[in-house]
Each structure stands twice: as structure tokens, then as C-alpha cells.
């Protein structure tokens, strides 16, 4: 079973910055069917929604909510996966999950880290 572990949110000034890591239990890439890794967030009532993705080769894609602001990137030696966030808003609130995407079985989901910009 992998498992998934966020780190790095906490309370922000409009305007700042913060960089989420999720590291996994084992090598990502050793697992094949792995076709993309992503962050997403919640904020209550609203559903989750992505917020960065990368896929197998590197592509990435962002909503037009943070695109230009959000950068998600991946180190293999570590194990990591990292969302850097600039320019923080009030509306970027809310509980940030990685997750990697599976063909062949259910998405990997971390616990969480909670974000919080304050105006």
C-alpha cells in the first residue's frame, strides 16, 4: 500500500508564498500504471477540485484560478512532489491533498494539509 504524506501548508498573509510537499512511501516512478500526479483542495461546501496536475512525460495543466501562480514539480530521488504557491489570495483556503493517479486501480490520496491566506 502506498501511502502519501503532505506537508507545508499553514496560515499565509495575502500575497505570500508556500511550497506543499507529499512524499510517498515508495518510488513513484517504480509504479507503472501511475499516469499523473496532482494536487487538489477543498474548501467546504465546494467539492474538490484539481489544482495542478502532471502527467507521465511531464506535461502539466492548471485551472485559470492559479494558473501562473501555482507550479507543481516532482523530485524522484526523494520521493516528492511539490506545489509551489505565489501570490497567495483569500480564495486559495482550504485542505490541499496530492494524489497519484492510477490506470489500473485506485487513486493514491494523501491526509491533507491545510492552507490558510488570510486578507
Known amino acids: 500500500q502506498v501511502q502519501l504524506v503532505e506537508s507545508g501548508g499553514g496560515l499565509v498573509q495575502a500575497g505570500g508564498s508556500l511550497r506543499l510537499s507529499c512524499v510517498a512511501s515508495?518510488?513513484?516512478?517504480?509504479?507503472?500504471?501511475?499516469?499523473?500526479l496532482g494536487w487538489y483542495r477543498q474548501a467546504p461546501p465546494n467539492p474538490r477540485e484539481l489544482v495542478a496536475a502532471m502527467f507521465t512525460g511531464g506535461n502539466t495543466n492548471y485551472p485559470d484560478s492559479v494558473k501562473g501562480r501555482f507550479s507543481i514539480s516532482r523530485d524522484d530521488a526523494k520521493n516528492t512532489v511539490y506545489l509551489q504557491m505565489d501570490n497567495l489570495k483569500p480564495e486559495d483556503t482550504g485542505v490541499y491533498y496530492c494524489?497519484?493517479?492510477?490506470?489500473?486501480?485506485?487513486?493514491?490520496w494523501g491526509q491533507g494539509t491545510q492552507v490558510t491566506v488570510s486578507s
Open positions: 494524489s497519484a493517479a492510477r490506470r489500473f486501480g485506485n487513486t493514491y
Open positions: 515508495v518510488s513513484l516512478s517504480s509504479i507503472s500504471d501511475i499516469f499523473a
